[in-house]
């Protein structure tokens, strides 16, 4: 098993992941256009500093993948430096599941917001990843509402 930093030349495979993973926890009105918009996405980023994707490759194939998405934000109470990231696409395929491959890659990414100066990772959870965010000191929330603006080009 190959744990490392994703480059451009995992994007392709990387998308097929994500698909995956996120056909299995939400239906997606139009797959083709969330995945030309993912893969565009990741090309454009991938070597960008605001992008990390950490990937478990056996044989050639992802079997487990988890990203972050760098940003600021002005300073909040809860982070006084505003540099904060968040966790997306924690998926390792059902064979492999249960071996830690998904904590060891998060960690591994920790590591990484860290030495960027990352102060706070949010993320979405499952009802199955919970216990292992809960292990890697994720807290949930209160009072965190969400507000969906209608597109109004492209």
Not at 27 to 33: F, H, L, N, S, Y
Not at 61 to 80: F, G, H, K, N
Not at 81 to 108: H, P
């Amino acid at each position: 098993m190959e744990f490392r930093r994703a480059t451009r030349a995992d994007v392709e495979a990387f998308v097929d992941v994500r698909i995956e993973f996120v056909t299995q926890i939400r239906t997606i009105a139009d797959v083709d256009d969330f995945r030309a918009r993912t893969l565009e996405y990741l090309t454009n980023h991938i070597e960008k500093d605001d992008l990390l994707i950490y990937l478990a490759v056996e044989d050639g194939e992802i079997v487990s993948s988890c990203m972050a998405s760098l940003y600021q934000t002005p300073p909040v109470p809860s982070c006084r430096t505003g540099r904060t990231a968040e966790l997306l696409n924690v998926y390792t395929k059902q064979a492999f599941r249960r071996r830690g491959l998904a904590e060891q890659l998060i960690r591994m990414l920790f590591t990484q917001l860290q030495a960027r100066g990352i102060e706070k990772v949010l993320l979405d959870y499952t009802e199955d990843g919970l216990p292992l965010y809960q292990k890697l000191g994720f807290v949930v929330l209160p009072h965190q509402m969400e507000l969906k603006l209608p597109l109004t080009h492209g």
